[in-house]
């Protein structure tokens, strides 16, 4: 059995992506506190912007390796997004991305918060989620300290397999100051590496609201004093495309009852919005 629970399509851009359950990072925006399917699907369409309350329910149903096979004999793609919480946890990782090389001569692309790193061979580009290099601020957020994040990330930059790394810019938090240091970081590294910048929307417990659109525009020119290749999100793009739920079916996706919020109850889950990252892998690296 695999971690899968979710499958998505866009025929457009002959697209799919795969949604894994479980994380091992504990990111107090995580978006999947709101809601564990893609929200580029028809029946949450311009709800993203929206302060809803509560915590979403867990799956209930995962896949296991021939299911998802057969789930994907349907479809007429080249990409795979692997993608969710966190699929490099998943004990078939290596599995997975073979068959798909194997079976669909897929061009396989992983995001990841990197605190750990699978089996590679069969993954063709890794977006990293880097959530702050300041260790203070990274510990804050997702209850784990950035060291062995920050060395991984340098260890597939050595490597030569394609990255691109991902921030989440939050107001009055993880802002101006850390964007800095993240253009900073990745500067000594390489000013090359593709860098995006996603605005936060509201999930789980706590204060912070999402950025506004010219926020986003500055933040990215802080960026640019020290990368070459920056792209942002404003927040308020429109999804052009359409994108299809093949697992569960659209009539039968199930949602339970959102979990009231309490203190500081969450599950355990990298930041990872959908809508950002199909433009992400799609069009601007």
């Known amino acids: 059995m ?19 359950w479980g994380c091992n990072i504990r990111c107090r925006g995580c978006y999947c506190k709101r809601r564990i399917y893609s929200p580029m ?10 302060d809803d309350p509560g915590l979403a329910a867990p799956p209930e149903r995962f896949l296991s390796l021939h299911e998802v096979m ?4 349907k479809l007429d793609f080249e990409r795979v997004l692997l993608e969710g919480q966190e699929a490099s946890l998943d004990p078939e990782y290596a599995a997975i991305t073979e068959m798909l090389h194997k079976r669909y001569g897929t061009y396989n692309v992983l995001l990841t918060n990197c605190y750990e790193l699978p089996d590679l061979k069969d993954t063709d580009k890794v977006a990293f ?3 702050a290099v300041s260790p203070e601020l990274h510990l804050d957020y997702t209850d784990v300290p950035n060291q062995q994040i920050l060395q991984n990330f340098y260890d597939v930059y050595k490597s030569g397999i394609d990255l691109v790394v991902e921030s989440i810019y939050i107001p009055g938090y993880i802002d101006y100051h850390e964007t800095e240091n993240m253009a900073k970081f990745l500067s000594s590294i390489n000013k090359d590496i593709p860098y995006v910048l996603l605005p936060y929307f509201k999930a789980g417990n706590n204060v912070w609201r999402r950025p506004t659109p ?21 927040g308020d793009e429109e999804i ?11 009539g039968s996706l199930t949602f339970g009852k959102p979990t ?10 990298r930041w990872r919005p959908d809508l950002q990252e199909k433009v992400l892998i799609q069009g601007a690296v």
Not at 218 to 223: G, S
Not at 240 to 250: I, M, N, T
Not at 260 to 269: D, F, N
């Open 41 to 50: 699907l028809k029946d949450f369409v311009g709800q993203h912007v929206n």
């Open 70 to 73: 057969q789930e994907l004999d």
């Open 260 to 269: 009231p919020l309490v203190g500081s109850l969450g599950y355990k889950h």
């Open 2 to 20: 695999t971690n899968i629970y979710h499958i998505y399509y866009t025929p457009e851009s002959k697209e799919v992506s795969l949604m894994f």
């Open 240 to 250: 052009k495309q359409e994108v299809l739920s093949v697992f569960p079916e659209e």
């Open 129 to 131: 989620g880097i959530k």
């Open 214 to 234: 010219m926020e986003m525009e500055n933040a990215a020119e802080v960026a640019k004093k020290y990368m070459s290749n920056v792209y942002h999100f404003r």
